[in-house]
Nanobody, 125 residues
Framework: VQLQASGGGLVQAGGSLRLSCAAS????????MGWFRQAPGKEREFVAA????????YYDDSVKGRFTISRDNAKNTVYLQMNSLKPEDTAVYYC???????????????????WGQGTLVTVSS
């Protein structure tokens, strides 16, 4: 499956952005989806994930209550709504797809089979 992330940009602290990740090539609903991020000089880290049906979501504690992951299987797209952004949210954000219906391990990048190219989010103080 091919993944194309978009929606990044420059925003002031406290602002909002919505990232999108459009999938093509395979049956989108066969995949759980996740968002990861990588800040300069740091390792890639888990942000959020959503089950194949959209019925279950997972968040890192650092974004819980501020970010919302959702998906539209009819549009083959997963979203990440980011509110109350902080400078420490600055990173390249990647979407990823994990084949199958088992949500175990969605916190780990090793679970995912396909990755998008990343979109840069910069939050100014």
């Amino acid at each position: 499956v091919q993944l194309q992330a978009s929606g990044g940009g420059l925003v002031q602290a406290g602002g909002s952005l919505r990232l999108s990740c459009a999938a093509s090539g395979r049956t989108f609903s066969n995949y759980a989806m996740g968002w990861f991020r990588q800040a300069p000089g740091k390792e890639r880290e888990f942000v959020a994930a959503i089950s194949w049906s959209g019925g279950t979501t997972y968040y890192d504690d650092s974004v819980k209550g501020r970010f919302t992951i959702s998906r539209d299987n009819a549009k083959n797209t997963v979203y990440l709504q980011m509110n109350s952004l902080k400078p420490e949210d600055t990173a390249v954000y990647y979407c990823a797809a994990a084949q199958g219906y088992n949500d175990y391990g969605l916190y780990s990048s090793k679970k995912y089979d396909y990755w998008g190219q990343g979109t840069l989010v910069t939050v100014s103080s």
